[in-house]
């Protein structure tokens, strides 16, 4: 079983930045494969972005490359999407999950043990 808590979100303007946080525990963090999610009302929750074990590989939607960065923090069990020139199309709620070994990063059935998430509102 894996725990996981999302922080970071709130309110913010267009252009403005913001820090999502997934703290995570019961099993070896380090040897997890963890993405984030969102899910604006009315859409499918859609992948965001994606980070290694080891946090030496990360991919990344379209839509957010450039302005998002995934990181993680093995010693503090955290995982972390920092999120840059946010754009009112990028509110949502967002979420943390565990990649299974042998799904595929960019699809949200691939993840087991979502955190309950939170929620980024960027005003225009």
């Known amino acids: 079983q894996v725990q996981l808590v999302e922080s970071g979100g709130g309110l913010v303007q267009a252009g403005g930045s913001l820090r999502l946080c997934c703290a995570g525990?019961?099993?070896?963090?380090?040897?997890?494969?963890m993405g984030w999610f969102r899910q604006a009302p009315g859409k499918e929750r859609e992948f965001v972005a994606t980070?290694?074990?080891?946090?030496?590989?990360?991919f990344y939607a379209d839509s957010v490359k450039g302005r998002f960065t995934i990181s993680r923090d093995n010693g503090k069990n955290t995982v972390y999407l920092q999120m840059n020139n946010l754009k009112p199309e990028d509110t949502a709620v967002y979420y943390c999950?565990?990649?299974?070994?042998?799904?595929?990063?960019?699809?949200?059935?691939?993840?087991?043990?979502w955190g309950q998430g939170t929620q980024v509102t960027v005003s225009s």
């Open positions: 999950a565990v990649l299974r070994s042998s799904g595929l990063y960019y699809t949200a059935g691939s993840y087991d043990y």
């Open positions: 525990s019961g099993r070896t963090f380090s040897r997890l494969i």
């Open positions: 980070i290694s074990e080891s946090g030496g590989k990360t």
